[in-house]
């Protein structure tokens, strides 16, 4: 079936499936963390029920997601043996102890709090339970910092030496590996990009809720009822409460990070034009040298046949200003670059203008929601609170369009001008790697997908009064029915008693 096809694509379309799909996670799971620690450590300081209502509704999407996250990362790295041996043992004597530190920090940091995070809340106390998520949320950062490190010093290498088998092998001191000159910018842009990514999907929730709350409202005005009784709020029910709350949190973070996340994406792009320039001159879509001020093209169709950009918009000499704050700064083109090691441009045109395109989105989005919290209007423009929905999943696409554009804008090498992508390939069969292609696409969509309905689910059901705590239908034990010493006497929850009275009292259940 794959026999006429080339493995080396194969492998490249399997890497890019399966890392674009692990990113997701991620890319939620990073900025999640540090919302369920800000709204835990608002409870503590403030006492108010409705942020430890709205962290328990979190905390549920936050375990699925992460979850999603750990396996999808697990089966994307099998990878680096299977199609990609080559490189690993090339990079191994580098890249294998950076990925080791982020093991033995962040995954360890991790998997050490997060049962707690979780199931902790009535048996370790609260401050011991924030402490926890905290924990949580610093492990995310550490495990971006070193998976980031790996990946600029691919695009930037630098501390390194060749020894005689030929591997990369460190030169010096590792400070000057992990801190690689892109790595700054990257762990900045991305990390911001992440809470950006968190901020818009809880928007989305909130502005749903907001949506669902008022329509309700105008069902019962319509069938003449009067409205519900308020729920531990004196205005509001408690849903309606938590989804003004949330909403107000995730437009606070639009418009205050989305500018600053702009302003790194412009120094991110210029230290990418001073380490990788054809990157940028693919971006930019530059076929030719501008000598006298480069154009900012808007729109266009790439013509890689004839190195040109058809139906261009443009605007003149701005693309100087812009990479060098000089309008007649001169800018090379791709005309200065070997063909054989020139990347696609057409695909790098595009995913830097949807990712540009969607930071601005989000910027507009941001000022419209200080323009409503202004005239005192926030949770009552409703199509605000649409376009809130609309760029829900947004975030997610950015980063999805913007990996596209660090990744193919690194081609055709692994590691940036040393080590091509065609040297970095395991010797096998086309059928091999298509078989494991087809098959990942089917496991992913079915497991990944029933994963991302649940979620949807919960975010569709809203905070409810009471809301249930994750821990209410947490595993008391993992097998048998005797009580242990410590389990005696537990706490009523729902009506049930918890640990070993409820396994040997109701063993069937």
């Not at 503590?44 to 996250?69: C, N, P, Q, R, S």
């Not at 669902?212 to 308020?230: F, H, L, Q, S, T």
């Not at 930071?359 to 199509?383: E, H, I, N, T, V």
Request: glycine share 10%.
């Amino acid at each position: 079936m794959f026999d006429s096809f080339d493995p080396l694509i194969l492998a490249r379309m399997q890497f890019a499936f399966t890392v674009s799909f692990h990113f997701i996670f991620p890319a939620f799971s990073i900025g999640l963390a540090s919302f369920l620690a800000v709204l835990q450590g608002l409870w503590l300081k403030t006492g108010k029920e409705l942020y430890h209502d709205l962290f328990k509704f979190w905390v549920k999407i936050f375990a699925v997601a992460f979850a999603m996250g750990v396996v999808s990362g697990i089966v994307m790295s099998y990878q680096f043996g299977t199609n990609w041996s080559v490189f690993s043992d090339r990079t191994g004597p580098i890249l294998g102890p950076l990925m080791a530190y982020e093991v033995l920090t962040a995954f360890f940091l991790e998997a050490g709090f997060l049962g707690v995070m979780l199931f902790g809340m009535d048996r370790v106390g609260k401050k011991l339970h924030f402490a926890a998520t905290c924990m949580v949320a610093i492990g995310t950062f550490i495990s971006a910092f070193w998976i980031l490190s790996v990946n600029s010093w691919m695009h930037t290498p630098v501390g390194y030496a060749m020894n005689d088998v030929g591997q990369f092998v460190p030169a010096g001191s590792w400070m000057t590996i992990i801190f690689n000159p892109s790595f700054p910018y990257r762990l900045f842009h991305t990390v911001t990009a992440a809470y950006l990514t968190t901020a818009f999907v809880v928007g989305a929730v909130g502005g749903y809720q907001l949506l669902k709350a008022r329509a309700g409202k105008r069902r019962i005005e319509v069938e003449g009822n009067d409205p519900p009784a308020a729920s531990a709020h004196p205005e509001l029910p408690r849903s309606e409460a938590a989804a003004r709350k949330m909403f107000s949190m995730a437009m606070w973070m639009a418009a205050i990070v989305a500018p600053i996340q702009i302003f790194a994406g412009d120094l991110h792009g210029i230290n990418t034009l001073e380490h990788q320039p054809a990157k940028v001159m693919a971006m930019e879509g530059h076929y030719d040298s501008h000598p006298d001020g480069a154009p900012l093209i808007l729109f266009g169709i790439p013509n890689a046949a004839a190195k040109r950009i058809d139906y261009a918009v443009e605007i003149p000499k701005v693309s100087s200003l812009i990479l060098k704050h000089d309008l007649n700064a001169p800018l090379a083109g791709l005309d200065t670059v070997a063909d054989d090691r020139e990347p696609p441009v057409a695909i790098l045109f595009w995913s830097f203008r949807i990712m540009v395109g969607i930071g601005f989105a989000m910027l507009g989005l941001g000022l419209w929601s200080l323009f409503a919290r202004f005239r005192k209007r926030l949770y009552d423009w409703p199509w605000l609170h649409r376009a809130a929905m609309v760029m829900g999943p947004s975030g997610f696409v950015a980063v999805i369009a913007g990996w596209v554009t660090t990744e193919v804008g690194r081609q055709p090498f692994t590691v940036y001008n040393l080590l091509t992508t065609a040297d970095s390939v395991s010797p096998l069969a086309a059928p091999a790697v298509g078989a494991s292609l087809v098959a990942f696409v089917v496991v992913y969509f079915v497991v990944f997908g029933f994963g991302t309905w649940y979620i949807l689910k919960l975010m569709g059901k809203g905070v409810q009064d009471n809301e249930p705590d994750i821990q209410d239908d947490a595993p008391i034990r993992s097998a048998g029915i005797t009580p242990g010493p410590t389990q005696q006497g537990g706490r009523q929850r729902g009506g049930r008693s918890s640990g070993g009275q409820r396994g040997a009292l109701q063993p069937a259940e």
